[in-house]
């Protein structure tokens, strides 16, 4: 399985980015898929994630300004946050992860958020 992330930016405070994210290859055994990010001095933390029936759960840092979605095709998946009202505390490279066996194993290469204030 192959993540391609792309979207990443720089946004000031209070606007928005959509991050996307491409999953190929052997997609049918891909269940949960995510975005983690890792802020600078800060440990690596899952951000959002979406179930293969589209059961969403989010950091509560996060809950009401991102929305992750996911768009199942016959030989790829998709899936996106979209980050609005951005700040400056959402600065971070985030990744696009996509589990199977309850594990997260797949990553993307990483796209860098940064917020100005």
């Known amino acids: 399985v192959q993540l391609q992330a792309s979207g990443g930016g720089l946004v000031q405070a209070g606007g928005s980015l959509r991050l996307s994210c491409a999953a190929s290859?052997?997609?049918?055994?891909?269940?949960?898929m995510g975005w983690y990010r890792r802020a600078p001095g800060k440990q690596r933390e899952l951000v959002a994630s979406?179930?293969?029936?589209?059961?969403?759960?989010?950091a509560d840092s996060v809950k009401g300004r991102f929305t992750i979605s996911r768009d199942n095709g016959k030989n790829t998946v998709s899936v996106y946050l979209q980050m609005d009202s951005l700040i400056p505390d959402d600065t971070g490279v985030y990744y696009c992860?996509?589990?199977?066996?309850?594990?997260?194993?797949?990553w993307g290469q990483g796209t860098l958020v940064t917020v100005s204030s």
């Open positions: 290859g052997s997609i049918f055994s891909l269940n949960t």
């Open positions: 992860s996509a589990a199977k066996g309850g594990s997260w194993v797949y």
């Open positions: 979406i179930s293969s029936g589209d059961r969403t759960n989010y």
